[in-house]
């Protein structure tokens, strides 16, 4: 699924990674003015860090600009290599979408840490659904908190898309479980389950998204058709250590990295994509509900780092 064109797509993403953008841009000045010498380069390499691209991903991209330096430091020519770095690391995060499961609805779990924006993100990405043509149902199973149950109920009605929730203390699973049979039973294209927000090094809240799981698998093998995680750029490297706790535990499908529009650490996305090569499906960059962005690495690299005169991808800027 794509938004409503490409051009649109990178123009929005660019316009909210102005704050990475920046940073990288400070580090690139001496270089780009300059021989590509050792110097200019651990400048940019401290950028890279400042940016969160990561120790991995930062080493490699400097890796690749000291041999392209030896061929020709044309700033032009270096800058190029710079996104061309990006691009080839962010790669690894591009993925189709997965194809339509055999029997609707399409049911997607949306898991994360608390604060990482996993209720907005599930119902833009309902919006999206909607702008497709679909059908979309939407599962309360945050039960611990009275507040996000309502807090849901409310984007239901934004969005004109019915919501299942039970009392607050109800167990997660079978309301899962009972969302699951009224998508069913009213035709419904997709089925988004939000789930309590917690913290990935605690035990016990792991296991209760391993019982919704289990409890879901007895109406389907294959359900939920995906899983994924919610993480906001703004914690930076914190958030690689959230993937690894989520995936190790529970199996992780794709990410979803929102609030990018208000940090200078998207290149944690960079990082993301050199530890894990986890699909990245969604980004958020901003706080409406059609500020969800499918992911693009080209577009992304762009983003951090355009062409000389710093217009968006596909404008005369």
Known sequence: MQDSGDAKNGAGVFARLQKTRRKLERGLAGLLGGSGGGAQ??????QLLLADVGVEASGRIIDNLRGAAKKQNDGGALRGALRDSLAEILSACEAPAPPPPQKLPRVILMIGVNGAGKTTTLAKLARALQRDGARVMLAACDTFRAAAIGQLQTWGERLDAPVIAQAHGADPAAVAFDAYAAACARGADALLIDTAGRQHTDAGLMEQLKKIRRVLQKAGDDLPHETLLTLDAGTGQNALSQVEHFHRAFGVDGLC?????????????????????????????????????????????????????????????
């Open 41 to 46: 380069l651990d400048e940019l390499h401290d």
């Open 257 to 317: 990295v929102t609030k990018l529009d208000g940090t200078a650490k998207g290149g944690v996305v960079v990082a993301l994509a050199m530890r894990f090569g986890l699909p990245v499906r969604w980004l958020g960059v901003g706080e409406s509900l059609d500020d969800l962005r499918p992911f693009s690495a080209a577009e992304y690299a762009a983003a951090l780092l355009p062409a000389e005169g710093g217009g968006a991808p596909g404008s005369k800027v």
